[in-house]
């Protein structure tokens, strides 16, 4: 797969991972308000079309997709790749059913108006938080998994516990300021829903705010654990990610990772609560956009950079430790 | 019970590109793909050596544990195969393969195109099965080893093999590195 | 340890388990296994891999593995061809061959994609009016014998140029000789003029034959292996394989050479000199030797002349000296030559090997002459292990040159005096008749000379002889054959695109197209025919180490291709002499060589030859002899001197610690001053040339059949030799080898500046040559342009020396045709070093200009530490543009060759070593700048 396949799916999957934890903390935020909830509702579009970009990006790019959908959970017993794409599978399924008990609820869902879905869904809509947290949970097991694809020795720069705290904060970051933007999208069109978008806005502040901390905390760390290595030729490789992310090839997407996905969204979010405290929401959800727009940026610039800069154990110099190593013992 | 892999006797290795070769002669491996290289480090500098890469057929292989649709195994007798009808080209074993040895042809001749063989994993079979695969598998014989000009790539059972390996590592007790 | 007590039978239903190699393969350095009471011959233990012999494995019906050797480099490696239905479709490796053991390099395992490349010629094509058509074969040859008719009545018979090939069996050798001279003329040579002539000239001067003087395998016994510009991981790969196993032995491994090369990397030391300076690295050696009192004062005295007047030139060279001349330090040359002196391994003799990078200069010949009398100062010729080995180049330039395609000597190395003649026509006359005064009436005459006993134009100046008028022979060339041979591969081929659009008519015979095709800018005049390749027919081949070895017909001409020998032919028939040129197989043409090359005695007969191929198996690959079957005691290849039908071989010239029925060899009383008389060869100041022998402490010289001194065993052509041989005598005499060759023009080497030399001061203390007015048959230039060029250092600061690519070979028409060869090296490139580019702004694998006086080349940077900042190389297998243009369009479409680039041979310096005319490609100045 190109590099280009592999940050659309990661980010996006992620993104929709995140976007449904959004609606679950929506859904628990609005409790029984009506009109909170039929506000929030809109937010339950992100999920579902996000993770079917991401499932695109991954089959495109395989030799045989077809074939793919069809076997890629073979191999559970040994393949973290088969594992996630089992549980990618289910949290999809589960997503679907989420955002079905969200769009097609009777009384405020999108989608209320097509013949037959909402009279199936209407005894299950009670459930919806239920579903919502094992959606939730297998969503951020799905994250573990997909780390964990990439944790392993043929890819030294990757395997490091900073990959899935990577994922994770993508998956919130992303996410929340996606649905997050959506909602301000809808306010800044119908200006209606004026107290649960706040209500919101400050609670997706507060995560992003803590999330850009944890990022940059990550960040730092990545670089330093980078430089220790178990073998000579994962620190060949390692090293060499080191290079291309600070001086070479992707020097330039790193900076500008660090510029707009950090700066920028740490400005974008002290200029987000500025207007939100005065209650000025109009001005607040316009920069609510900027703001996933400016995290969004910065999420695919990041994973750019995590799979471009990274080195493969098979691209470094021959190596010579595995190639003993792969002798095994004699019998 | 045999156990076929490979040893390479780096030393001797010169870099005359006839494994590369014969294995693209044997196994019909087309333009632009290969399964055996020769790769150089240290080039035109005291130090250069020479290492023949290659599927290793590791003893417990890194990407039969990756491959997500199982079209990799390793056979009793130690050769790790591809099963191109279940490859979906996903990449994954050539990132977990510590040698890289994993390739992924593109911009194929139209035949092996339709044969549907873009983008689907190749590697050596120790010449058990040639790029577009056959119903019947062959009978092991890496002839890139038995090609090497040098002698300096050993294929065949590691029983047989690993003693000569042993021996031609062996130097006399005499030695003279020097360089002007 | 056998699976099976076997009687003798051949390799082809000899079968060895996988367990009883193991068995083999797993014994330490224990006794050789073979010849064990009667138990079928297994091959002596071989240390590193074997699998299955593929002769071994169960035949597959409609599948037949053929024995054959590859058509690359002189090692000639054996290999199974494997053909269906009359198609190769691979090759499979032949394990038994002892020089090689079933290994090949990547040329070689790509011989069935060449074979059957898609760009080969198909048919006979000719150049009309700008554009290629197609013709019949009757066509073409017709229209050929008419011109040359037309040439042959119009302006003499010199006035047609016939540039043979080296890649052809020993029978087309022999027979494109016999048709050179069947047209009347000497003006006949092929490549080793510009490969390996100065070792003849060199090695025969020195010990009395010009060839390699040990073998491939020998080197295993060596104690030190000495590389001077010789780059064998690049040229002959195989042999490394050998070589490290005398590494692995415990002998040691130098590699002197400009550059860093692939096989200085496998050395044990380096060392680098300045490109055209090894006679002073060399000298710097012997000075310290003899001053030292290592040298070996015994085999001087008794089996040598002239080292006294040696030892006065060396006295000159000490290593201040040497240091400041050849880059290599003082104290380096101390070690080196105590190191020659006193070789690891007790009891075993050091070994000098070299290719190119020794040969082609203008002080060619010295260079070799320098070695042997390395050699012979300690004594290490004619002893396993020892001798010196020269590393030929093409598959069959050994077996080419053995027949003399060349334009001072007729087959088997006569001269062109009357007697040599006679000799010859004798030969012939048994074929169909033919007396000595019709072919003098052939000839023509010039400035009261026959030019029958004149030396012919050579491969590396035949251009001359279409431009300059003042040629020395009737009229200029007026017709050319480039037959098997690349253009690209000779020096100033600017002159030589002229050339070739100047004469009335170009042939081109090869299977391919060539440059043959492309290289000439002209609308009409070029015939090209397709050949055959070796493998679409039978013959002999010669490697370097003498030993010649039957080709199989592995498939029948492919597309509309004819063997050479069949092309000659049907000329001859055209021309009125087919009669000599109608034979009924190669086999008959074998034996007519058979009958005639006395001088190397090439007696291997045809059933000998293919009987050792079925025996294969009983051959060791530590001395190539069979130890057991039909064949034992002979030697793989049966290397000449071939005295009988019961002589084994003679695989080391020169050993005289074995009688001559075992192989065993003495220097021949080739030397032989004014006056001499029979049985009294003394040299030009009236010392014995009779050296010691085996059996014969005073020597003897050479003999008639009857065994009365004279030089009767050069012309009788029905002695067997067996009475003298079984009074351990040696037909061609016991003498001495000279430190002294009182015939050339520097009798002792000395050290010349090359042409274009980067040290004005040196050019002042060591010059060249004086100008030459008559080097057959074309002026020659030496002191007039190396005093012109005596600071173009200046202008052209470094130093360009050109090579080879382990991918490609000669002019590369056949390897850049192929695409895994293409794959691993697509593109021409020159080596410059990292400090170099940086100086020029220059990032590896952009373009660059490399230009000299001749002109330039447009070509990427390959920036390297193989060179020194001093030095630029560049392969030399390249063609197909022409100072950076393209010139793909004037190949006939379809059979251009895939990969194509500049060739450096449009740059290299016109400069020509002083005795064969071979061209001086390895040192000139340069000036390097981007593109």
Request: charged share 20%.
């Amino acid at each position: 797969m190109s590099h280009t396949a592999y940050v659309v799916f990661t980010v996006f999957s992620q993104m929709a991972v995140g976007a449904l934890i959004a609606m679950v903390i929506a859904d628990f935020l609005a409790k029984k308000d009506k009109a909170a909830l039929k506000f929030f509702e809109t937010g339950a579009w992100v999920c579902v079309p996000v993770a079917v970009i991401s499932l695109i990006a991954m089959l495109s790019h395989e030799a045989r997709p077809f074939l793919a959908m069809r076997s890629m959970n073979a191999n559970l017993a040994t393949s973290w790749l088969s594992r996630e794409s089992l549980v990618l599978t289910v949290f999809v399924v589960l997503a679907v059913i989420y955002t079905v008990l969200w769009l097609f609820e009777p009384e405020y869902g999108s989608l209320r108006g097509i013949p037959l879905i909402p009279k199936i869904a209407k005894p299950f809509i009670p459930l919806r938080k239920a579903v919502g947290i094992i959606s939730l949970i297998v969503g951020i097991v799905f994250l573990g998994v997909s780390a964990k694809a990439y944790m392993i020795p043929g890819l030294p720069s990757l395997n490091q516990s900073t990959t899935p705290l990577f994922f994770f904060i993508t998956a919130l970051l992303a996410g929340i300021t996606a649905v997050a933007a959506v909602l301000s999208v809808k306010y800044m069109m119908k200006r209606e829903g004026e107290e649960p978008l706040a209500r919101y806005l400050w609670i997706t502040v507060g995560i992003a705010f803590v999330m850009v901390i944890v990022l940059i905390v990550g960040l730092l760390v990545n670089t330093s654990m980078l430089q220790i290595a178990e073998t000579k030729y994962a620190s060949v490789a390692q090293t060499e990610t080191l290079t291309s992310m600070k001086t070479g090839e992707y020097a330039t997407q790193y900076i500008a990772r660090w510029v707009i996905g950090v700066g920028l969204a740490l400005v974008c979010l002290a200029a987000v609560v500025l207007p939100l405290k005065k209650k000025d929401l109009a001005k607040a959800s316009a920069l609510t956009i900027a703001l996933f727009a400016v995290v969004l940026i910065g999420e695919i610039l990041g994973r750019a950079v995590f799979f471009g800069a990274n080195v493969p154990l098979g691209e470094v110099m021959p190596n010579i430790e595995a190639f003993y190593a792969a002798i095994g013992p004699i019998t | 019970m045999t156990t076929y892999k490979f040893l390479n006797v780096i030393e001797k290795c010169i870099d005359c590109g006839g494994c590369f070769a014969i294995c693209k002669d044997q196994n019909k491996v087309p333009e632009g793909t290969a399964r055996m290289r020769v790769v150089t480090i240290n080039e035109g500098k005291p130090g250069e050596k020479n290492i023949p890469i290659s599927c290793m057929h590791c003893t417990d292989p890194p990407c039969v544990a990756a491959c997500p649709t199982k079209a990799l195994s390793k056979r009793e007798d130690g050769i790790v195969m591809t099963d191109k009808s279940k490859c979906i080209g996903c990449g994954y074993c050539g990132w977990a393969c510590p040698f890289g040895a994993p390739q992924y042809p593109h911009d194929l001749p139209e035949n092996l195109k339709k044969l549907g063989l873009e983008g689907i994993m190749d590697k050596c079979t120790l010449c058990v099965q040639p790029f577009v695969p056959e119903e019947v598998d062959r009978e092991p014989k890496p002839r890139c080893a038995l090609f090497c000009a040098t002698k300096a790539r050993l294929g065949g059972d590691i029983a047989e093999i690993l003693p000569v390996y042993n021996e031609a590592k062996v130097r006399s007790t005499i030695s003279y590195q020097e360089h002007v | 340890m056998a699976t099976r007590a076997n009687s003798i039978g051949s390799c082809t239903d000899f079968r060895m388990s996988r367990r009883t190699f193991t068995k083999l393969t797993a014994l330490g350095t224990a006794a050789a296994l073979s010849g064990i009471g009667n138990v079928g011959a297994y091959p002596t233990k071989f240390v590193d891999n074997l699998i299955e012999p593929a002769s071994a494995a169960p035949a597959v019906p409609g599948i037949d593995l053929v024995k054959s050797n590859c058509s690359h480099c002189a090692l000639g490696c054996g290999f199974l061809g494997r053909v269906e239905d009359g198609v190769c479709t691979g090759i499979e490796p032949w394990v038994e061959n002892p020089i090689n053991r079933g290994a090949m390099c990547s040329k070689g395992t790509s011989i069935a994609e060449m074979l059957n490349s898609e760009t080969r010629l198909k048919e006979p094509m000719k150049k009309v009016g700008g554009k290629w058509v197609k013709i019949s074969w009757n066509e073409a040859l017709d229209e050929i014998a008419n011109k040359m008719k037309e040439i042959k009545t119009t302006y003499g018979p010199d006035s047609i140029m016939y540039i043979g090939s080296a890649k052809v069996t020993n029978e087309e050798c022999y027979l494109f000789r016999k048709f050179a001279a069947f047209n009347g003329t000497n003006n006949v040579d092929h490549q080793a003029r510009i490969c390996h002539s100065t070792t003849v000239a060199g090695m025969a001067n020195t010990w009395s034959y010009g060839a390699m003087t040990n073998s491939w395998n020998d080197m295993r016994n060596s104690g030190l292996i000495f590389f001077c510009g010789e780059n064998a991981a690049e040229s002959h790969p195989v042999s490394m394989q050998h070589i490290l196993e005398a590494k692995r032995r415990g002998a040691k491994f130098i590699v002197a050479d400009p550059r860093f090369t692939k096989s200085a990397a496998l050395a044990d030391q380096y060392v680098q000199f300045r490109p055209g300076t090894d006679i002073p690295l060399i000298l710097g050696i012997c000075h310290e030797i003899i001053k030292n009192d290592w040298h070996n004062k015994d085999f001087i005295e008794k089996r040598t002349y002239g080292f006294e007047q040696f030892k006065e030139v060396v006295d000159k060279y000490p290593p201040e000296v040497v240091e400041d001349i050849t880059w290599v330090p003082a104290d380096t040359i101390r070690q080196l030559a105590y190191d020659w002196a006193h070789p690891p391994r007790e009891g075993r003799p050091a070994c000098i090997c070299w290719a190119m990078g020794a040969t082609q200069h203008t002080v060619g010949t010295n260079n070799i002459r320098v070695f042997a009398c390395l050699s012979a100062l300690m004594g290490y010729v004619g002893r396993p292990g020892g001798g010196c080995n020269a590393f030929r180049g093409h598959d069959n330039v050994q077996g080419a040159t053995d027949m003399c395609v060349l334009s001072h000597w007729l087959p088997s190395y006569y001269g062109l005096d009357e007697g040599s003649w006679k000799h010859w026509i004798g030969v012939w006359n048994e074929h169909a008749p033919i007396t000595f005064e019709e072919m003098k009436a052939k000839f023509a005459e010039y400035n009261g000379k026959l030019l029958m006993h004149v030396n012919g134009l050579t491969v590396s100046r035949w251009y001359e002889g279409v431009l300059d008028p003042s040629v020395k022979q009737p009229n200029p060339v007026k017709m050319v054959f480039v037959w098997g041979h690349s253009l690209n591969s000779i020096s100033e081929m600017k002159k030589m695109k002229t050339a070739l659009e100047e004469v009335e008519l170009l042939v081109g015979v090869d299977p391919h197209a060539t440059i043959a095709s492309s290289l000439a800018d002209r609308p009409d005049g070029i015939i090209i025919l397709p050949a055959s390749t070796v493998f679409e027919k039978a013959g002999s081949v010669s490697n370097s180490a003498r030993q010649v070895q039957w080709r199989n017909k592995l498939v029948e001409p492919l597309f509309d291709s004819k063997p050479d020998m069949e092309i000659m032919k049907e000329l001859a028939d055209r021309l009125g002499f087919g009669a000599h040129f109608t034979y009924d197989s190669p086999e008959d043409v074998l034996r007519e060589i058979n009958r005639g090359a006395c001088v190397i005695m090439m007696r291997e007969s045809p059933e000998r030859l293919k009987r050792q191929q079925e025996y294969c198996c009983a051959f060791s690959c530590e001395d190539c002899q069979a130890k057991s079957g039909p064949v034992k005691g002979e030697y793989w290849g049966l290397p000449w001197p071939c005295w009988n039908d019961e002589h084994p071989g003679t695989p080391l010239l020169y050993r005289n610690d074995i009688p001559v029925s075992e192989g065993g060899n003495e220097f021949r009383t080739r030397f032989r001053g004014a006056d001499s008389t029979p049985g009294n060869p003394v040299s030009d100041d009236g010392v014995s040339m009779l050296g010691a022998a085996y059996g014969y402490p005073e020597g003897y010289d050479e003999m008639n059949c009857d065994g009365t001194p004279g030089s009767g065993w050069k012309f009788e052509l029905d002695c067997d030799w067996k009475d003298v041989i079984a009074q351990n005598k040696c037909p061609s005499g016991a003498g001495k080898a000279r430190f002294r060759a009182w015939n050339l023009p520097d009798p002792v080497p000395v050290h010349r500046e090359p042409i274009e030399s980067p040290r004005p001061d040196l050019v002042d203390k060591y010059p060249t040559y004086d100008d030459v007015e008559d080097h057959y048959r074309v002026k020659c230039l030496y002191k007039t342009i190396q005093q012109e060029r005596k600071n173009l250092v200046n202008d052209y600061p470094l130093i360009l020396t050109t090579g080879r690519q382990v991918e490609h070979m000669g002019g590369g028409a056949e390897t850049r045709s192929c695409h895994y060869l293409v794959e691993l090296q697509p593109e021409m490139y020159a080596e410059i070093n990292p400090e170099t580019a940086m100086g020029l702004g220059v990032k590896h694998w952009d373009y660059i200009w490399v230009e000299t006086l001749r002109g330039r080349c447009k070509v990427r940077a390959y920036v390297t530490e193989r060179v020194n900042d001093k030095t630029v190389f560049m392969p030399y297998h390249w063609a197909g543009w022409f100072e950076g243009v393209s010139y793909e369009n004037r190949w006939p479409s379809g059979t251009g060759e895939l990969a194509l680039g500049d060739s450096c041979n449009i740059i290299t310096v016109d400069g020509y070593d002083r005795s064969t005319n071979m061209q001086e490609t390895k040192a000139c100045l340069c000036k390097v700048y981007p593109v």
